[in-house]
């Protein structure tokens, strides 16, 4: 247990769907963030909240669109997807500064059919 | 641009031989260097991390990192493995600009064989 929790695990779609992930942390982190990870290929940062405002989008496609209410939550809305966009989506938080490490959640499951 | 890389797609180790999984990174600046792990289904554990000071960094498991700035290495050692270390491993670079970030290698798959 690191103290971010993804919900749901496993998520299947069709491609007119639209869906949300979730994403909590009580760490009291300042900092939130979606990764990416598909098969044999570097984990993918897709987005960067500090303190609730967006400072990083690494040209990702407007049909992932991310939301952060405050500190603790961040959701990842999905909608027409793609079967490629077919990844593990990690969220993770940390502390603003230099040398901080991240700590992930466990990680959502997506299957875009 | 900051990168990883993991040169090392899959290792194959016999359990309770030493183990060394390898991490170049290309940083402009004093790098923030890390070790992740990930079993089959799981988020990502921090292993250790180096930010300065003494270039041998000790983590959890009995794993062991040392940082060399002449080779740009930040490579992953244990002496002795054992069959729950099988997972996926990750090496990661990290800097704070407006915010933190952090940039992975592809990562290395490890198995132990009994």
């Known amino acids: 247990e690191t103290g971010v929790t993804q919900t749901p695990r496993h998520l299947v779609m069709g491609m007119t769907n639209k869906k949300s992930l979730k994403c909590e942390q009580h760490l009291g982190h300042n900092a939130m963030y979606w990764y990416k990870q598909s098969a044999k290929k570097p984990l993918e940062l897709m987005f960067v909240y500090n303190f609730k405002e967006q400072t990083e989008n690494n040209s990702v496609p407007s049909r992932f669109s991310p939301e952060c209410p405050n500190s603790s939550h961040l959701f990842l809305h999905l909608h027409t997807l793609q079967p490629e966009d077919s990844a593990l989506y990690l969220c993770?938080?940390?502390?603003?500064?230099?040398?901080?490490?991240?700590?992930f959640g466990q990680g959502t499951r997506l299957t875009v059919v | 641009a900051q990168s990883v890389t993991q040169p090392d797609i899959h290792i194959t180790v016999s359990e309770g031989a030493s183990l060394e999984l390898r991490c170049n990174y290309s940083?402009?600046?004093?790098?923030?260097l890390f070790w992740y792990v990930q079993s089959p289904g799981q988020g990502l554990q921090l292993l250790l991390k180096y930010f300065s000071g003494d270039t041998l960094v000790q983590g959890i498991k009995g794993f062991e990192a040392e940082f060399k700035r002449s080779q740009s290495s930040f490579n992953l050692r244990k002496p002795s493995v054992h069959w729950s270390d099988a997972a996926e491993y990750f090496c990661a670079v990290g800097h704070s600009n407006t915010g933190n970030q952090f940039y992975f290698g592809t990562g290395t798959s490890l198995t132990v064989i009994p």
């Open positions: 993770a938080s940390s502390y603003l500064g230099q040398g901080t490490n991240a700590f």
């Open positions: 940083y402009g600046a004093t790098p923030y």
